[in-house]
């Protein structure tokens, strides 16, 4: 077993030395989310720090792809900490109720029929159903929010679309689209550390209202949709389980397919060639965004805690203690990806950790690849071209999603 002690040895004083003399580095792995350019960090890390506990966040930081593998598939790491199931500030709520429910926040015997329910849902998509889908949304939200008029409503136009999709197929009317788009928006704020009291009390409302309007969708479903196949993977008595599930879509996808759709355009905006290989042929553009998933996720890292004490990744952790597991770094590792600094549309092998790994994987990554690609595609369908985007990004807030903001005209 290797303490991480031994990791304040040489190795350490000599990442420290960089740091220093690179001193626009990010602070600490849950500032990188947020860095104009984290990846010369987390390259750092992976090599001196695969896996090494910060005093100052008092976190464990995995950060090297066989440490965050090892943690996401021990049996001693938790979604959640077992003194907090649920954020004490939504307690009361039905924020918390909807909480409480979702397959990403639960463990033990529970975890596996939910995941097996949404898994299987997911899977009853017909992707050129989805794609058509999206491509109309796309089309409709360009022509309403005209993006490229103005970079800074690109945001809104990727925020709104994995919504917009992403209800449609729950079986939500077109007219109350806009609408959820409000709802979701309040809710997910509600889950960020980083939200103050007024958005913590408005997510508290938007989640009442998001429940009953799903749960009202449940019992007037026709046959045949997502939210009836999800319906199904769950016994009757448990109808709020899916309900919160079904909500569990929308907030799931939200930031993150927004990132990955800003990300995509930075990468447009950024890596011209690829740029014009794209418009010579949009047909490369799927592998382009699942590139710009490896390469600049927009989902960094999440998070396990200890359920008892015990070795994870080499390292001898207590019950209670917290894990950072940077996937973003883990896909800049060179034991998962050769030459991974290097953005490559036609990777004979890419391994990456932004949907994550184990019990917790993603089941939406198809979903959110294809609402991307429509989002992106049909923006370049309109002669419009990203590079004006290139200067002028911010990242927004966040411990774990890294999402542009353009917020200047
Ligand atoms: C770019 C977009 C997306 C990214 C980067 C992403 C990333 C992730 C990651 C990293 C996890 C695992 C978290 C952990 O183990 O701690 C996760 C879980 C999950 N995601 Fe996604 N996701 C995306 C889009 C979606 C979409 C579109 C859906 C569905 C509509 C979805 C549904 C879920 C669900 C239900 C889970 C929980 C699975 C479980 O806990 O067993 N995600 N996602």
Redesign the pocket.
């Known amino acids: 077993m290797k303490s991480y002690h031994t990791d304040t040895s040489m190795q350490a004083e000599v990442f420290t030395f960089y740091n220093l003399l690179m001193n626009d580095l990010p602070l600490n792995p849950v500032a990188a989310v947020t860095h104009p350019d984290p990846y010369p960090y987390y390259a750092e890390l992976v090599t001196h720090k695969p896996i090494y506990y910060d005093a100052a966040l008092g976190l464990w930081i995995a950060t090297s792809a066989e440490a965050i593998e090892a943690v ?1 598939t021990s049996e001693l790491c938790r ?1 959640r900490p077992a003194s907090e199931p649920i954020p004490k500030a939504l307690l009361g709520s039905r924020a918390a109720d909807i909480f409480g429910a979702l ?2 926040m ?1 463990d033990g015997p529970s ?1 596996g029929p939910r ?1 097996q329910a ?1 898994s299987t849902s ?1 899977g009853s998509l017909v992707p050129e159903q989805v794609s058509e889908q999206s491509q109309h949304w796309a089309k409709f939200l360009i022509d309403e929010i005209k993006p490229q008029a103005d970079p800074t409503r690109f945001m809104d136009f990727a925020f709104r679309m ?1 919504v917009y999709v ?1 209800a449609d197929l729950l079986g939500v009317l077109a007219e109350q689209l806009a609408e959820v788009a409000v709802f979701v928006k309040s809710f997910v704020a509600c889950f960020s550390p980083l939200s103050d009291h007024v958005q913590l009390e408005a997510g508290k409302v938007a989640a009442a209202q998001l429940f009953d309007l799903m749960r009202a969708q449940l019992a007037t479903q026709p046959a045949g949709g997502l939210l009836t196949h999800l319906a199904l993977g769950f016994k009757p008595e448990e109808a709020e389980i899916a309900t919160a ?1 079904a909500i ?2 929308l907030f ?2 939200y930031e ?2 927004a ?2 759709i800003g990300n995509s355009l930075m990468m447009l905006a950024t890596q011209r060639e690829v740029y014009q290989q794209i418009k010579a042929d949009p047909s490369h553009l799927r592998l382009a965004i699942h590139e710009v ?1 490896r390469y600049d ?3 960094q890292n ?3 805690f200890l359920a008892q004490s015990g070795v994870v990744a080499g390292q001898a952790m207590k019950e209670g203690e917290a894990v950072l ?1 940077v ?1 973003a770094a883990a896909n800049r590792d060179p034991a998962a990806n050769s030459e991974p600094a290097l953005f490559k549309l036609d990777r004979p092998v890419r391994k990456s950790f ?3 790994l ?8 198809t ?2 690849v294809t ?2 690609e429509a989002a992106v595609g049909q923006l370049l369908a309109t002669g419009f071209d990203p590079e004006v985007l290139a200067d002028g990004v911010t990242y927004r807030s966040s411990v774990n999603a890294r999402v542009p903001l353009w917020t200047t005209a």
Do not use: D, W, Y
């Open positions: 996401l979604v397959v990403r639960t975890h995941k949404v997911l994995p992403v599930n569990g879509f799931q996808s993150a397919t990132g990955l998933s996720p927009s989902i999440t998070r396990r597991v996937l932004t949907f994550g184990g019990r917790h994987a993603c089941p939406g990554e979903l959110a609402i991307a």
